[in-house]
């Protein structure tokens, strides 16, 4: 029942099954054409070497798959030519295993590899078996040129088979990151006007508003990391000279979005905070209205945010029309809490009280939104 429903997810739809499923068949694509170069063409000793190389270098980007290839390259060719010095100069005892082991893996270390660092032994010893079990010097040589020529016929033929089949182009990524922090702004905003129109919340609700709102930093980090993917997979993709493709190779504009958000989550964060001020009783002030006012404030502000979680290139135009339509509407809100706290001669000014800081917290909110919604404007005139 699930198999099913995933293949159905995966044909049906874009997405992460998708992805998968098509790296899935890109890895055995580029695996068995490499084989057979290696086994049939070149008929060599260890031919697995190939095959393994084009799956080892099949990365979602092709940005990826050129700069892991890079290094993976680099790190087979060091480990063999570690193993080539030694053991040339050794001869294939255990000591020079051991000498062997501990400068490859020194090597590994280097940052300059990255992720690859742990093939700089692997390769080391694969050529040192291969090493030992050769009868003479020539023959040594040439199986440890070869392994290295395996190497880069597996990472070529695993380049050249994800930038000519479906490279992808991950927009949706920046959308789904935009999208994921949106969400957050909306639910926590959700939450709160309902119940600050009830009256002044209770102390249990502050500190669950103030736990959520201070917890946005794995949603930044995720939204940030789908981002970065989408940044990624423009470098080296033909399918950005396409025409439907050649005016969307930035994601400056997705990217500004994104800052002015996780800045809004922040502000959020500091406007629950300041509710801890709140007087539980508080007969001096009538304050209802003005909680009235806020709480018609944050539902302005949780239907952008509602609106920014289903932001759609397709749509951009109409949705940063509605955008800055809402934000009208909000800025209008936002005043309205400013007059009422001054009709109603609210201590704004003292520190003891939360209005004031609450009326201030509203300002530098608004400011962030209708920063979203400037840059999405601009956006779409660009």
Sequence with gaps: MRAGQWWGRA???????????????????????????????????????APFSAVMIMYVTVYQSVAQSLRYVGAVAAGVAVQAALGFLAGPDLLTFVLVAVIALSIGRSRVLGVQGPQVATAAFF???????????????????????????????GTAVNVTIAPPLRYRSAEHSVRILARALRDLTADMHPALRDG?????????????????????????AGLNSAKESIHYNPRRLLKRHRGHVSFQGYETVLNALERTLHQLASLTRSLDQWRQEENDYHYRDFLSRYAA????????????STLDEKNLTDQAKKLAELTCDAQARRREVTGEAESQKLPLADPARP???????????????????DTLEDWVRA
């Design 11 to 49: 044909i049906g739809h874009a997405g992460s099954e998708r992805d998968t499923l098509l790296l899935t068949g890109k890895s055995t694509l580029a695996a068995s054409l490499a084989w057979v170069v290696s086994f049939y063409a070149l008929n060599a000793q260890s031919p697995a070497f």
């Design 297 to 308: 404030f944050l539902e302005a502000i949780s239907e952008i945010a509602e609106a920014l």
């Design 355 to 373: 209005y004031g800081v609450l009326v201030v917290e509203a300002t530098r909110l608004m400011e962030e939104v209708q920063h979203t919604s």
């Design 200 to 224: 002044a919340p209770e102390e249990g609700t502050i500190v669950r508003w103030r736990e959520r709102a201070a917890q946005p930093d794995d949603l930044i980090s995720q939204a940030r």
């Design 127 to 157: 050529a040192f078996s291969t090493y030992s079990s050769a009868t003479d010097n020539l023959t040594r040589i040439t199986q440890l040129g070869q392994i290295v020529l395996l190497v880069l016929i597996g990472c070529a033929i």
